[in-house]
């Protein structure tokens, strides 16, 4: 009997099999991720060394859900801070030159920064959060090296069954080397 971790399964899922492409110009990246896409693939991951807006465009992916965590934890906040600055001047009030108790403008301030304060934290909770499930959900994908230096990359989870086919495929687009993981 083997004993396992059980954080292992978290931080080190399984290995992808798939087909790992290197490319050495943008244009043949950008190609390659359009037939993907034409191919009916879509359970791919692209590599750069650079940051490109040709392959987001190429690659038309839905927006980060990590931003409604930032909005939703900037209300609570706000809420918070509002509810927080009018509970304490009603519960303590100090009645001065005839001014409302429950007066907005001072206190703006403190919903501002309880806004700021709960919407990073929120934001750290919501990529804590996505990144752990996307690792369970997408599994340990290959890598090369030369990805952080001048090549751009592509790997396409396939089985075995169809890994000559998305090779074929990536090779007619301009890979310079295909492989299989």
């Given at each position: 009997?083997?004993?396992?971790?059980?954080?292992?399964?978290?931080?080190?899922p399984?290995?992808?099999?798939?087909v790992?492409?290197?490319?050495?110009?943008?244009?043949?990246?950008?190609?390659?991720?359009?037939?993907?896409?034409?191919?009916?693939?879509?359970?791919?991951?692209?590599?750069?060394?650079?940051?490109?807006?040709?392959?987001?465009?190429?690659?038309?992916?839905?927006?980060?859900?990590?931003?409604?965590?930032?909005?939703?934890?900037g209300?609570?906040?706000?809420?918070?801070?509002?509810?927080?600055?009018?509970?304490?001047?009603?519960?303590?009030?100090?009645?001065?030159?005839?001014?409302?108790?429950?007066?907005?403008?001072?206190?703006?301030?403190i919903?501002?920064?309880?806004?700021?304060?709960?919407?990073?934290?929120?934001?750290?909770?919501?990529?804590?959060?996505?990144?752990?499930?996307?690792?369970?959900?997408?599994?340990?994908?290959?890598?090369?090296?030369?990805?952080?230096?001048?090549?751009?990359?592509?790997?396409?989870?396939?089985?075995?069954?169809?890994?000559?086919?998305?090779?074929?495929?990536?090779?007619?687009?301009?890979?310079?080397?295909?492989?299989?993981?």
């Amino acid at each position: 009997m083997k004993l396992v971790n059980p954080l292992t399964a978290i931080f080190h899922p399984p290995a992808t099999p798939g087909v790992l492409a290197v490319f050495g110009h943008l244009d043949a990246t950008v190609e390659a991720i359009g037939q993907l896409r034409r191919g009916g693939h879509t359970d791919f991951t692209v590599y750069s060394p650079i940051p490109r807006h040709e392959i987001e465009d190429a690659l038309e992916q839905p927006v980060s859900p990590v931003r409604m965590f930032t909005l939703i934890g900037g209300i609570a906040g706000c809420a918070i801070g509002a509810w927080l600055t009018l509970y304490m001047s009603y519960d303590w009030p100090i009645v001065v030159g005839g001014k409302p108790v429950g007066s907005i403008p001072p206190y703006v301030v403190i919903m501002f920064e309880m806004t700021i304060l709960f919407g990073a934290l929120s934001t750290i909770l919501g990529i804590v959060f996505n990144a752990l499930f996307a690792a369970r959900r997408l599994g340990t994908v290959a890598y090369d090296p030369r990805f952080t230096n001048d090549k751009f990359g592509i790997f396409v989870a396939s089985q075995p069954a169809r890994a000559g086919q998305v090779e074929s495929l990536l090779r007619g687009a301009g890979a310079e080397e295909v492989r299989r993981v």
